[in-house]
C-alpha cells in the first residue's frame, strides 16, 4: 500500500488534486466526535423515549427534521379531523421532547469552543488540505469550518472560499467556492427565504449557542441525514445549496484523494458523481490492517463504485497522511 507522499508523487507535478473527507478525518482528532446517526443514539427523549424512537424506525431515518415535520403535519390533521384535545396536546409536547433531545445531543457530543483544538493541530489541518484544489466533506461537524478559518495561523496567507458572502448568505453561483459541505453542516441552515451559515458573533456567541436559539425557533441544522444513498439525494436535489455541491463534484478532473471514508453503500451517490466526473485518479485511504475484514471490503467497494476505463482507484495509508500531526 502506498504511503500519502507516495500516492502525491503519483500525479503530475503542475496538477493540484482534489480532496473528499469523511468521518475519518473527525475521528482522527477524536473518536468520540458527533455524526448525524448517533445523535439519536445519544439523544434522551425522557418517557417518550420508545414512541419517538418508533416514529425514527418506522420512517426508516435518523433526521430529526424530517421527524419534526410529520409531528407538526399530525397537529395539523388531527385537529382538523376533531381528534380529541388530549393526543393533540401529546404531539405537541412530543414536539418539544424531539428539540431538547436533538440539542442535548449536539451539545454533548461536539466541542463547544474553537480553541478546545490546539494551534498546532489547526496549523497541521491548515497545512494539509492547503495541498488540494476543490475540498469537499461529508461531515456535519466543524472541524473543517473552524480549521479553515483559523487565518492567523500557517500556512501564511492561506484562504478557502466557502461561497457565504454579506450577512453569512450563499451565493456560491457567483463566486470561485472551494469548500463544499455534501452533506450540509452544523452552521448552516435554511432561513427559509435563503441558505445562510453561523459565525462567531462580536457578541462572542458561539455558533453551538447559535444552532440552540435556531432550534428554539423550529430551524434545523442543514443536514442530510436519510440511511440510504437514495434518500440523500432526494434530500441534496431538493436544496439549492447541496445541489451545487453535488454538481460540483461532477465537474471534477484529473485526481482526487479520499480520506476517511468507509466506502459503504450508503454513500453511492457520492461515488456515482465521482464516476460520471473527469477525474482519472482517485487514492482512497486504509487506515489500519489492509487486509482486515473491514478494509477489504473497503477496497473492493472503491473498485466496485469508482472504477471505470480511464479512472483508476488505488489506496494509501492514512496514517502516514499528516492531518492532524
Known amino acids: 500500500?502506498?504511503?500519502?507522499?507516495?500516492?502525491?508523487?503519483?500525479?503530475?507535478?503542475?496538477?493540484?488534486?482534489?480532496?473528499?473527507l469523511a468521518n475519518g478525518f473527525s475521528q482522527a482528532w477524536n473518536a468520540k466526535i458527533f455524526n448525524?446517526?448517533?445523535?439519536?443514539?445519544?439523544?434522551?427523549?425522557?418517557?417518550?423515549?420508545?414512541?419517538?424512537?418508533?416514529?425514527f424506525t418506522n420512517l426508516n431515518t435518523y433526521d430529526f427534521e424530517a421527524i419534526m415535520r410529520q409531528l407538526v403535519a399530525a397537529e395539523t390533521v388531527c385537529e382538523a379531523y376533531g381528534v380529541e384535545r388530549e393526543t393533540i396536546n401529546q404531539i405537541k409536547e412530543d414536539q418539544e421532547h424531539l428539540k431538547q433531545a436533538l440539542i442535548t445531543a449536539i451539545s454533548n457530543t461536539h466541542p463547544h469552543l474553537p480553541?478546545?483544538?490546539?494551534?498546532?493541530?489547526?496549523?497541521?489541518?491548515?497545512?494539509?488540505?492547503?495541498?488540494?484544489?476543490?475540498?469537499?466533506?461529508?461531515?456535519?461537524?466543524l472541524l473543517l469550518y473552524w480549521s479553515r478559518n483559523k487565518n492567523d495561523l500557517p500556512p501564511e496567507n492561506y484562504r478557502t472560499d466557502d461561497g457565504f458572502r454579506a450577512q453569512r448568505r450563499w451565493e456560491g453561483h457567483s463566486?470561485?467556492?472551494?469548500?463544499?459541505?455534501?452533506?450540509?453542516?452544523?452552521?448552516?441552515y435554511d432561513s427559509g427565504s435563503s441558505i445562510k451559515k453561523h459565525a462567531f458573533t462580536e457578541a462572542g456567541e458561539t455558533i453551538i449557542e447559535q444552532v440552540r436559539e435556531n432550534l428554539e425557533q423550529?430551524?434545523?441544522?442543514?443536514?442530510?441525514?436519510?440511511?440510504?444513498h437514495e434518500g440523500k439525494l432526494k434530500k441534496i436535489e431538493h436544496?439549492?445549496?447541496?445541489?451545487?455541491?453535488?454538481?460540483?463534484?461532477?465537474?471534477?478532473?484529473?485526481a482526487l484523494f479520499i480520506y476517511g471514508h468507509s466506502m459503504d453503500e450508503n454513500d453511492r451517490h457520492i461515488f456515482a458523481q465521482i464516476k460520471r466526473s473527469q477525474i482519472s485518479k482517485v487514492f482512497v485511504s486504509i487506515y489500519g490492517d489492509e487486509n482486515s475484514e473491514a478494509n477489504t471490503r473497503a477496497r473492493a467497494n472503491a473498485r466496485a463504485y469508482l472504477q471505470r476505463p480511464g479512472l483508476d482507484v488505488d489506496f494509501f495509508d492514512a496514517a502516514t497522511a499528516p492531518v492532524w500531526a
Do not use: W
Not at 3 to 11: H, V, Y
Not at 218 to 228: A, D, Q, R, W, Y
Open 115 to 141: 480553541h478546545e483544538i490546539t494551534d498546532k493541530q489547526y496549523s497541521s489541518v491548515r497545512k494539509f488540505i492547503s495541498g488540494f484544489n476543490q475540498i469537499f466533506t461529508v461531515n456535519y461537524d
Open 36 to 55: 448525524y446517526a448517533n445523535l439519536l443514539e445519544a439523544a434522551n427523549f425522557g418517557q417518550r423515549d420508545a414512541v419517538i424512537r418508533s416514529l
Open 1 to 20: 500500500m502506498l504511503t500519502f507522499q507516495e500516492a502525491l508523487g503519483n500525479i503530475d507535478q503542475e496538477e493540484t488534486p482534489s480532496l473528499l
Open 175 to 188: 463566486t470561485n467556492q472551494e469548500v463544499h459541505f455534501l452533506h450540509g453542516g452544523l452552521h448552516i
Open 239 to 254: 436544496n439549492p445549496y447541496l445541489n451545487y455541491c453535488f454538481q460540483e463534484l461532477r465537474n471534477l478532473k484529473g
Open 218 to 228: 423550529g430551524k434545523f441544522p442543514l443536514f442530510v441525514s436519510e440511511p440510504s
